[in-house]
């Protein structure tokens, strides 16, 4: 292996950490970045990066779990394939690329050579993700620590819901690698330091999420004149709003008529197999907490009604 130490994390202070982040790319950015994360978006790297926005990532249940559970996890993988494995603590960056950089969960002393071991974490739910194989998004972040650190191989092990332990082998694919490189250099060079954002994944409930937060409030009394591309936007969301206005008003419709037929029926069939039912349900009286949002609502033009 071969790689340059650019911080030793058990000696780094948290404001260190950030400021370093911010000069280069790691794994977990990557996945985003070749769109395979579907909690994280591009455009979310390109705030973080950029610091215009600093995005803060609060620790959740399962982030905080998945630190908790790391050390056993590392420890039952090298039980299970009987090779030593060291946590290094340390940020490392490609020699070559020096905004490639990786935080590995292990090094693995082979018989021949060293590779690295990833550390995963994940729930019951997700468990298909992992059937045959690691998910796209963890086997990018594997590749992207290959090429920062210029390993071998690695292991990818994964703790699913608690109880259930896997382990894959991946053997480095050059092929593979220079592609996600070549794709994160552009990124790295045409969007976060030339401060170019790339284009909005406004589908991404990470983007969403993001922008939300980025501006929760208007300014009073500011006014932006629209260009022809968003003119676009905006009629076509005033025709989606009409279209769901319709929908909501027609699934009423239809609704009353089942229930006009149905009468006090429990269970409607079709075929002699049920199809749908018609059961009461009674919701509880609870308080609905303080939150802010910005509801986008068209303005009616004069005589409009």
Not at 10 to 20: L, S
Not at 282 to 288: C, I, P
């Amino acid at each position: 292996m071969h790689y340059d130490v650019v911080l030793d994390l058990e000696e780094a202070t948290d404001a260190e950490w950030k400021a370093e982040r911010h000069k280069g790319l790691t794994g977990s950015d990557t996945a985003a970045i070749l769109g395979v994360d579907t909690r994280r978006s591009a455009y979310q790297v390109f705030v973080d990066k950029t610091g215009d926005a600093p995005v803060d990532i609060e620790a959740n249940e399962a982030m905080l779990w998945g630190t908790l559970l790391e050390a056993p996890v590392r420890r039952e993988l090298a039980h299970r394939i009987d090779l030593p494995i060291r946590n290094p603590h340390v940020l490392v960056a490609s020699p070559e690329h020096p905004w490639l950089r990786a935080t590995p969960d292990g090094f693995v002393e082979g018989p021949d050579d060293s590779g690295l071991a990833e550390i995963k974490t994940t729930g019951f739910f997700l468990r298909d993700e992992w059937a045959d194989g690691p998910p796209d998004r963890a086997a990018a972040q594997c590749a992207h620590y290959l090429a920062a650190t210029g390993a071998p191989w690695a292991y990818i092990a994964v703790l699913i819901a608690g109880q259930t332990f896997k382990h894959f082998y991946v053997e480095r694919d050059d092929e593979l690698i220079d592609r996600i490189v070549d794709i994160e250099s552009t990124f790295w060079h045409d969007n976060v330091l030339a401060r170019k954002a790339p284009p909005i994944d406004a589908g991404h409930t990470g983007t969403q999420d993001l922008i939300r937060a980025l501006w929760p409030e208007e300014r009073e009394g500011s006014i932006r004149e629209l260009p022809a591309s968003m003119h676009d936007v905006a009629l076509e969301l005033q025709r989606v709003r009409a279209q769901e206005a319709e929908a909501r008003k027609r699934g009423k419709e239809l609704a009353t008529q089942l229930l006009a037929w149905a009468e006090d029926a429990d269970t409607i069939t079709w075929g002699g197999s049920p199809l749908l039912t018609m059961r009461s349900q009674t919701r509880k009286a609870y308080e609905v907490a303080e939150s802010t949002s910005r509801p986008i609502r068209f303005v009616k033009s004069k005589g409009e009604k």
